[in-house]
């Protein structure tokens, strides 16, 4: 029981972490968020689904 408190308390911790740093972001948004910049994720060099650049390239869009 005393694990099951635990670790409810530490999910709501990492839960509100996130919250309050989107909250404190200005227009609520996360900073990099491009994931065909990174190269683990992007192993074919495709171009970026929300911007539109290539790997190379730094994402643009606001």
């Given at each position: 029981?005393?694990?099951?408190?635990?670790?409810?308390?530490l999910l709501s911790l990492?839960?509100?972490?996130?919250?309050?740093?989107?909250?404190?972001?200005?227009?609520?948004?996360?900073?990099?968020?491009?994931?065909?910049?990174?190269?683990?994720?992007?192993?074919?060099?495709?171009?970026?689904?929300?911007?539109?650049?290539?790997?190379d390239h730094q994402c643009?869009?606001?």
């Open positions: 029981m005393k694990l099951i408190f635990i670790t409810i308390g990492g839960i509100a972490g996130l919250a309050i740093k989107l909250w404190l972001k200005k227009d609520g948004k996360f900073a990099g968020t491009c994931a065909s910049q990174n190269p683990h994720l992007n192993k074919e060099g495709e171009s970026c689904g929300y911007c539109g650049k290539i790997p643009t869009r606001k």
